[in-house]
């Protein structure tokens, strides 16, 4: 079994920054694909963004050019880079991580945007 554990969440300010990590307990990276998600308040967990082996992204219209995912196959780890961060951010985010019938979520962490 894999667990994925997020980090990262925060409070921050419109305009502000942070990155969520998401680290796996083992080596599982070098041929899944990772996605992060997130969940607002009272509306469905919508995707994010995802990138897979090669290092493709793609990301929603509402995070493109302002969230950046990648990932580092040597820790197990990837992140996302969130900039210019709005108020309509703030949710819950979840990574996962799949591979055919392998499919791993993380527990979520808090990314709060308020002034």
């Known amino acids: 079994q894999v667990q994925l554990v997020e980090s990262g969440g925060d409070l921050v300010q419109p305009g502000g920054s942070l990155r969520l990590s998401c680290a796996a307990s083992?080596?599982?990276?070098?041929?899944?694909?990772m996605d992060w998600y997130r969940q607002a308040p009272g509306k469905q967990r919508e995707w994010v963004a995802a990138?897979?082996?090669?290092?493709?992204?793609y990301y929603s219209d509402s995070v493109r050019g302002r969230f950046t995912i990648s990932r580092d196959n040597v820790k197990s780890t990837f992140y996302l880079e969130m900039n210019s961060l709005k108020p309509e951010d703030t949710a819950v985010y979840y990574c996962?991580?799949?591979?055919?019938?392998?499919?791993?979520w993380g527990q979520g962490t808090q990314v709060t945007v308020s002034s």
């Open positions: 996962r991580a799949s591979l055919g019938q392998n499919d791993y």
């Open positions: 083992r080596s599982i990276f070098s041929n899944y694909r």
């Open positions: 990138i897979y082996t090669g290092g493709f992204t």
